[in-house]
């Protein structure tokens, strides 16, 4: 075996963890026979399950955890503001039991931003930093600091390699070495962490030793935007972590956790969701208006407030709001025009059962709308085409509708929602329910539905594969001058699954999600719809 052999096995089997944990212990406790008492740390490991099962603080005694402050009664701020980097990197085992924040003083507000390699997490970090006057921290560069300038350091050396091959640093190293940053800049008013969690586990990490995150902001991107973009940054930066064969893989790692992550966040109402494809300034006003909202609700922000430019529109991406409201502008403002051109009342909306159908191109979805509405009596709206009669309407919401979707944006949420409710209050009289199909396009879009009107009793989500949907469009446009090619399914397809993986997530917590398999023939799908409708009557 040689060298790098054995560093890849003891990476990948956990073994740095433990020795770690088993360290901390000794420290700890200080035992009389440390032979006898590492024998049976080793037996608690077995009876956990296994080295994974070992965290930093497994051996350490639960008195130890909330010690008194060092330096005799000085606080552990003033402890750590004493001391050197050197001297904080040579004690980072020592100072780990101790509480990240004085708990004496209000705790900063931190910010984590997430989101695909190449997704923008740095620069709109550092906007965010910078607008309400907080600390900007990047993780990664963290860790690049630290192989840097250990570089003949074992360990180091073994997450330099694990880093460059585009897996994740060690978990319990990660965290350590944001503590002691954390713990060097103690009078922050907030906090940006750039590129943290990248997993549900890291983030479990992250509130265990740290603090729970006042707000997650998560940049969602295409996985083919995120290529060019770090084939881009290689070139520019040549980062050793860039290199094709670690993006490739770092594509994967992200696309394996990037759901769970955000369902853990969401099911915290912590989380909101960013189309990254966009123009940086366009996003970085998205991302401020959210932040304005969630962290200063009752006054404005705190720095930076005329560098925005009022003229980009805050709502017209692809925004997944993944878990918080923006604040209630009032029901005013639903119309963004001020008129209420239907008659229904609200209250006998609210009291009409609502579907919302949810499912990617070729699934089946429209087929099968038109073969629930004839059993059932239900009116099917759909939003693509309430936007496109109001187009051909020549209003002044079309000219606002127009001017948005030619800069590649969807249609502006509050435009589609009025639309939306208008269509719905209109057959109020003559509906035993609405289906409404491709709604709610982003979770902010169902954030306000259920503000503005209530739940839906019920979200089916048509599940189909990739390869099926794939063969139904390439099938259905045979012999169309308009045939849509490989790249443009493959792209319809990446769009849906990029838009519909936080909806899905989020009424999944809800317990209102449906998942219908959509494989089968029209008649065997069929017959699941209808029993998941008849759930509800």
Not at 109 to 121: D, E, Q, R, T
Not at 273 to 284: L, Q, S
Not at 398 to 427: F, H, Q, W, Y
Request: aromatic fraction near 6%; include cysteine; proline fraction near 4%.
């Amino acid at each position: 075996m040689n060298t790098n052999d054995a560093k890849e096995y003891l990476a990948r089997r956990e073994i740095p963890q433990l020795f770690e944990s088993l360290l901390n212990g000794l420290m700890c406790s200080k035992p009389e026979d440390p032979v006898e008492y590492l024998e049976s740390c080793l037996q608690k490991v077995k009876e956990l399950g296994g080295c994974d099962k070992v965290k930093w603080d497994t051996f350490v005694s639960q008195e130890k955890k909330t010690l008194p402050p060092l330096n005799g009664g000085q606080s552990r701020r003033s402890f750590l503001r004493n001391e050197s980097d050197t001297d904080l990197s040579e004690t980072a085992e020592l100072i780990e039991e101790y509480e990240v924040f004085d708990p004496t003083r209000p705790r900063p507000k931190i910010i984590l931003v997430i989101g695909g390699p190449g997704s923008g997490k740095g620069t709109q970090s550092l906007k965010i930093a910078e607008r309400y006057g907080f600390q900007y921290i990047s993780v990664g560069e963290l860790l690049r600091k630290k192989i840097h300038s250990t570089s003949s350091n074992r360990k180091w050396s073994l997450i330099a390699k694990i880093i460059t091959t585009g897996e994740l640093a060690p978990q319990e190293t990660t965290i350590t070495e944001i503590k002691q940053k954390l713990m060097q800049i103690p009078d922050e008013e907030g906090i940006v962490i750039d590129g943290f969690p990248r997993d549900v586990a890291q983030a479990l990490s992250f509130e265990d030793q740290i603090c729970t995150p006042d707000l997650v902001v998560f940049l969602a991107c295409a996985n083919q935007r995120l290529k060019e973009r770090l084939l881009k940054r290689a070139e520019q930066q040549g980062r050793p972590d860039d290199n094709l064969k670690a993006t490739q893989r770092r594509l994967i790692n992200f696309k394996q956790n990037a759901a769970p992550l955000v369902k853990y966040f969401q099911e915290k109402g912590l989380i909101m969701t960013f189309d990254a494809d966009r123009d940086e300034d366009e996003v970085f006003y998205d991302i401020s208006m959210a932040v304005d909202s969630k962290l200063f609700p009752n006054k404005e922000a705190a720095a930076g407030s005329g560098d925005l430019d009022p003229s980009v529109l805050s709502d017209t991406g692809e925004n997944v709001d993944t878990g918080s409201d923006y604040e209630d502008q009032g029901d005013d403002q639903l119309n963004v025009f001020g008129e209420d051109t239907v008659g229904g009342s609200m209250e006998d909306l609210r009291k009409c059962k609502i579907i919302f159908m949810i499912g990617g191109p070729g699934s089946g979805k429209g087929t099968q709308c038109g073969k629930l509405v004839e059993k059932y009596g239900f009116t099917h709206l759909s939003t693509g085409e309430l936007l496109r009669n109001e187009l051909s309407s020549g209003s002044e919401r079309s000219k606002v509708i127009r001017d948005t979707m030619a800069r590649g944006a969807l249609a502006p949420a509050g435009i589609v929602l009025e639309l939306l409710t208008e269509a719905m209050r209109a057959n109020l009289g003559s509906t035993k329910g609405f289906l409404i199909d491709d709604y709610p396009r982003e979770v902010k879009q169902g954030e306000e539905f259920r503000r503005r009107i209530r739940d839906p009793h019920l979200v089916i989500g048509m599940d189909c594969s990739a390869d099926t949907m794939t063969d139904r469009l390439r099938r259905r446009s045979q012999g169309s001058p308009h045939a849509d090619d490989s790249t443009a399914i493959a792209k319809r397809l990446e769009t849906y699954y990029r838009a519909s993986i936080p909806v899905m997530a989020y009424y999944e917590t809800k317990t209102q999600l449906r998942k219908i398999n959509a494989e089968g023939a029209p008649e065997e799908v069929f017959l699941q719809l209808c029993t998941a409708i008849d759930s509800i009557f």
